[in-house]
């Protein structure tokens, strides 16, 4: 049984993500591992979120992003593929790999937002951190395709 990691952030081609990596499923008769990560907001002066404030942000954070996995979850059940949904908190590049070589992941499936170089040079890209470090093939589904769907 082949195993598909599919990391979503709910933007546009997450449910593009979702169903790619269902159809890989059904072709290698395998199961689909949903995995979303959750960010922290990044606390950089004194106006900025309070420390108080920061772990019910998460938690708030946390309750919405498994009601977003259990939807996609559902869709992915309903066409007949086993998936699992998995939720971490932290920076997603690391928990993404981890998440890969922990459940020997076959293929990763992810969505590219198709920003310039500029910004990825910039303020760095997940898609990519992804592609230099993976243990396995990585599908990565563009910005095109995604809003064409």
Not at 4 to 11: G, M, R, T
Not at 61 to 72: D, I, R
Not at 111 to 126: N, P, R
């Amino acid at each position: 049984m082949k195993t598909i990691l599919a990391p979503v952030d709910f933007s546009t081609p997450s449910e593009l993500v979702a169903d790619t990596a269902a159809a890989l499923a059904q072709v290698y008769a395998g199961r689909v591992i949903l995995l979303h990560v959750v960010q922290p907001p990044m606390v950089t002066n004194d106006y900025g979120v309070g420390i108080d404030n920061l772990q019910e942000i998460i938690v708030m954070s946390e309750k919405t992003a498994t009601k977003n996995l259990e939807k996609l979850r559902a869709r992915l059940t309903q066409a007949g593929v086993p998936t699992e949904i998995v939720l971490h908190t932290g920076a997603p590049i690391p928990h993404i790999l981890k998440q890969a070589a922990d459940s020997q992941a076959d293929f990763i499936v992810m969505g590219s937002h198709g920003h310039t170089a500029l910004y990825d040079l910039l303020v760095g890209s997940t898609t990519h951190g992804i592609l230099r470090s993976a243990p396995c093939p990585v599908v990565v589904l563009p910005r095109r395709k995604a809003a064409a769907a």
